[in-house]
């Protein structure tokens, strides 16, 4: 079926934000969603200063939505630690909440809304996704907003043969008071070798763990995160953390995450969002911002210049991230370097300016 209308294929914070806009736009769009509803993934739930604006422009107050207010940094690694003030106000909140909250918006300013149905396939070059059920979609302006997921035939490029990819892992926690007193208002990193984690609470009271790992030491540890977090010998404060948890929910996880990965070509027609356009490594805990940017970009080029607009778009979007993508690369390699941990730490906590200034300089920002 052809249809008169943009089609997106995901309903992610890209695919609901690019709806949200468009039918703002009078562009009525189609979003194709595959889960029936909004559930936990592997995220961090950060979010930065830009992600709060973007949202705020889309509408979304996420103090409304009851989000734990984030003001400080605190770098564990190597057996230290130090903490800094942020150099912006941040939050926690539960992507449960931020999913739902999106696509619910998207649906209520008149985008056609379709969940539980699944794209089995994208043709790039006839601008067409194949879905599960049989149905076939065309139109002429194609937003790919699946994220970590590629579809067949609209993938994003594998990872060289012989390289370590990352994996993600996500639990959530019931903390003890002792936790919830030691998470209030800060997000926790733990430096580990070939990866960190994340901790903070979010918005029901649950803490929010999220990690990053290399393939090969995921191996080592025995392949599993039950096996992994008591293993980390180089983080053990990760291991205290746990164990003031009352109880935990399940592991979910994502497997090779293309960190770094820049879409730098376009094509009319086909206008590629957030995971699908730029992979920030999660550290930075940027990712969700560049999903809205890139909605906001796509959803101002496309309005103005239709189909044709993508490949601009395209073009600039990647300039406009290369330098967070490539700042925050840097600070992985170093933070996720088992021997510069400890040093690492050690000079922070003399200078804790540099942290606020990586903070500051690995966002994509809100315009
Ligand atoms: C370990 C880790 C921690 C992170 N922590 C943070 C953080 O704290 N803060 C932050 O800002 N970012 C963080 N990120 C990054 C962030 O999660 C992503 O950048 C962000 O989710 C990208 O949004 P998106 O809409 O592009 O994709 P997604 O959030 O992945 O959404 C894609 C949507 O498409 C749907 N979909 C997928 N395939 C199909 C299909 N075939 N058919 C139909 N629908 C489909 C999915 O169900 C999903 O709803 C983290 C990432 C990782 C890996």
Redesign the pocket.
């Known amino acids: 079926m052809r249809l008169p209308h943009p089609l997106i ?9 690019i709806a949200i806009l468009l039918a703002r736009g009078g562009a009525r769009p189609m979003l ?4 029936r509803e ?1 559930h936990d ?8 200063a830009d ?1 709060i604006a973007l949202l705020g422009r889309l509408g979304i107050d996420v103090a409304l939505l009851g989000a734990h207010p984030i003001h400080r940094i605190r770098v564990v690694a190597g057996g230290r630690e130090m903490e800094t003030h942020l150099p912006f106000a941040a939050a ?1 909140l539960s ?1 449960r909440t931020l ?1 739902a909250t999106m ?1 619910g918006m998207a649906a209520r300013e008149g985008a056609a809304v379709e969940r539980g ?4 396939a994208i043709d790039l070059a006839a601008r067409r ?1 194949d ?2 059920d049989g149905t076939v979609l065309e139109s002429d302006r194609l937003f790919i ?7 067949r035939g609209g993938g994003r490029p594998v990872d060289a043969p012989g390289s370590d990819p ?1 994996i ?3 639990i959530a926690i019931t903390p003890s008071p002792a936790l919830t007193t030691a998470l209030t208002g800060v ?1 926790e990193l733990h430096l580990f070798r070939h990866g960190y984690a ?1 901790l ?1 609470l979010q918005e029901d009271g649950n803490a ?1 763990l ?3 790992i290399a393939q090969s030491r995921l191996r080592d540890a025995g392949g599993r995160p039950e096996t992994l977090i008591p293993s980390l010998g180089d983080a053990p404060r990760l291991g205290e953390r746990l164990d003031m948890a009352v109880s935990t929910g399940s592991w979910s996880s ?1 497997a090779r ?1 293309a ?1 770094g990965w820049r879409q730098q070509t376009g094509v009319d027609g086909i206008f590629r ?5 730029a ?2 490594a ?10 809205l940017a ?2 906001c970009r796509a959803s101002a080029a496309c309005l103005a210049n239709g189909p044709q607009g993508a490949l601009d778009f395209q073009h600039g979007f990647s300039r406009h991230v290369r330098r967070p993508l490539a700042l925050a690369g840097l600070l992985r390699g170093a933070g996720e370097n088992g021997r510069a941990a400890g040093p690492l730490i050690a000079l922070l906590g003399h200078c804790p300016g540099l942290v606020r200034l990586a903070a500051s300089a690995t966002r994509v920002g809100s315009r």
């Open positions: 294929a995901g309903g992610g914070p890209a695919g609901s934000a194709i969603e595959r889960t909004a993934v592997v995220c961090g739930g950060f979010l930065g992600a926690g992507r999913d696509i149905v699944t794209v089995r996704l879905l599960a907003a699946t994220g970590k997921h590629d579809v990352a993600g892992f996500r997000i994340g903070l929010n999220c990690l990053s994502i995450i960190y969002l957030g995971d699908q356009a992979v920030i999660s550290l930075a805990g940027d990712g969700i911002a560049i999903a890139s909605a």
